[in-house]
Each structure stands twice: as structure tokens, then as C-alpha cells.
């Protein structure tokens, strides 16, 4: 596989993607031109779980969660992880003519919550699984990212692909307060100051339409990206599923869906704002049929995508067009001190294991 390149800068010149006469800087593309060939995600449930779910911050979880609607690996029977790759990678194969490689994704739940050591255990298994594993993204919390995970990572990282994935969701503590995420935004700054350029990709994670947010404060939350300097980012429209708290509120009619054709202008005036070098990896969410409450129109993702395209044609824009260079680069950012807080870092520092944790190889 081509050595990872060193990150371009905006004023060098086009990027590889706008000499493609693409849009956006688009994940699929960017993991060809970095692997060569076609690389798919294989969803990895490892039965991690939360600090908003366990106690360790609150209880209950985020209102609009239930694992299942987005992770494969949570609507089956909890496997080892070297068996769920297993089957992922089979099911990939079958679908698409040819596949290069496979990233492994620690999806559902918090994936770095957990003791470091066997952090590490599960990290490794995953990556010497299958010869075609290039790498691994961690679906984490801001707040659950110490520096013991983050130098783990960072040693990882020397010699596989590593992206860990934020849960930011917004700039706007009333709106992470709404979801129970019971982390605020200075967990994420802090966070991010910390994980910055230790040779792992730092992906934000983004929910629009979050009720009580116009359409001003989802454009701060996009100015936040350049800002703090993410080299990938993840666009999600709220919706709802059944079994959730949000899915009652919408089912009892207290919350509203935002609509399509806002959606697909939002998206586009998000990714005007962001950094031409910032790799878009998804522009929309969905949920299987039968979990799904709210919006009906987004499992039409291929048509949605289309949309968004079609906008930025419209404009006669394409991503980063409204971008404007942070006064402080973020790689100047000073790296501060882990505010962890101490009910999870005693968890993640530990010495023991979790015996939920289904990482056995064999």
C-alpha cells in the first residue's frame, strides 16, 4: 500500500480532489488515493459501553440512541471480534466485485472506554485479523480520550492506519445537555488539543438539526471544524427510532424532523465553511426501516448525496469555498493538561479487564 502522505495545505496549490473536479473531498476517493484500490468499514462490536449509560457521568444514555439502528454488529448475537470480522468482510466481498481493503470500525458504544491494557488487546486482534486490515477508527467520546489512550493510539498509528472518531455533535452545551451526552464542549476543545498531531486521523463527529439550534449556531459548530483543526468530519441528520426518548417525543409529536430540502442546503452551507483539506466521510444517516421513526427521507442516501452535488452546482461552489484561516493555526494550539474527568479516566487507567469484552482470537 502508498505511505501515508503529509497533510496538504490549502495555499499549496489545488488539492488532489479538486483536480478530480470533485465537490468535497470525499473519504471513498481520498482511501483510494492513499491505498490504491477500494477499502470498505467492517462494523467491530467489542460490548464496550458508556459513561453516560453506566453512571460513571449519568445514566440513560443519549436520548436519541439505540446501537442497533447504526451499527450492524449490534443487531446480532455478540460475537468475538476476529468472528464478526470474519463475517463483515465475507458480507462485503459478496456485495462489491472488488475490494482492496478493509478498515475495522469500533462503532457502537464508546470504544476507548475501557482499561487501556485491554484496549490494546482488542486494537491489535482487530488489525492482525485479516491480512487485508489497513487500519482501525474508534468511535469515542470527547470526554473518554486521556492521554493513555491517545499515546496508545499514537504508537498504533506508527505502523496502521488510525482514526479516531469524536462524538462533538455540536459547539452548543444546551444541545449536548438536550441529548444527555453529559460531556460538554470544552471536553471536546480540550480533547482535540490533545490528540492533535500524534499521526492518527481526528474525525468529528456531527448532528444537524438538533431542536432549539437555528440555522446560525449549525454554522458555528461548522466554523468550530477549521478552528480546531479535524482532518476528517462525519455529517449526521438527526433522526429518530423506535425505543428512544427522542423517538417518543417524536411519536407524541413535542419534536419536529428537520426537513429535506433544508437538510440538503444546511449540508452545503456546513461544507462551505470547513477546510478544502478536511475529508468528508459521511453527509447523512439512516436507520434500518423497521427502527426508523423520522425522517422517511433519509434512507434515500444515494438520492440525497445527489442533492447535495446538485446544490453545490447550483451555487457554483464546491467545499471550503466559504472557509475563512483561523487566526491561531491549530497545529500551533497549545497541547493542555487532560481534564479527563476522574470517574472515567479511573476506568480507562485501571489495571483488570472487562469481561464483557468480546476480543478472544480464536
Known sequence: MPETEPKPHPDDGPLAWQQEGLLINAFGRHLRRKFGGRIQRVSVDAGFTCPNVDG???????????????????????????????????????????????????????????????????????????????????????????DSVLDLLERLAQRSMVSLEFGMQSVHDESLRWMNRAHTHADMINAIDRARGRGFECCAHVILGVPGEDHAMMMQTADEVGVLGFDAIKLHNLYSVHG?????????????????????????????????TTIVERVSGDA????????????????????????????????????????LAPSARPRPQDTTPASIAAQIDMRGRLPVLKMQGN
Open 56 to 146: 460513571a457521568v449519568t445514566t440513560g444514555g443519549c436520548n436519541f440512541c439505540d446501537n442497533r439502528s447504526f451499527s450492524p454488529s449490534r443487531r446480532v448475537r455478540l460475537q468475538r471480534v476476529s468472528e464478526q470480522l470474519r463475517a463483515g468482510i465475507e458480507r462485503v466481498t459478496r456485495r462489491y466485485d472488488q475490494v482492496d481493503g478493509f478498515i475495522a470500525y469500533f462503532q457502537p458504544a464508546t470504544n476507548t472506554y475501557a482499561p487501556v491494557g485491554q484496549l490494546a488487546e482488542v486494537y491489535d486482534l482487530a488489525l492482525a485479523a485479516d491480512p487485508r486490515i489497513v487500519g482501525i477508527a474508534i468511535g469515542t467520546r470527547p470526554d473518554c480520550a486521556p
Open 244 to 276: 428512544t426518548p427522542l423517538g417518543g417525543e417524536v411519536l407524541a409529536g413535542k419534536v419536529q424532523m428537520m426537513g429535506r430540502e433544508e437538510y440538503v442546503n444546511t449540508v452545503v452551507d456546513f461544507l462551505e465553511r470547513i477546510p478544502p
Open 288 to 327: 434500518p426501516p423497521k427502527f426508523l421513526i423520522e425522517p422517511k427521507w433519509c434512507l434515500e442516501k444515494s438520492a440525497i448525496r445527489n442533492e447535495i452535488d446538485a446544490e453545490f452546482a447550483r451555487r457554483g461552489t464546491r467545499q471550503g469555498a466559504r472557509f475563512v484561516t483561523p487566526a
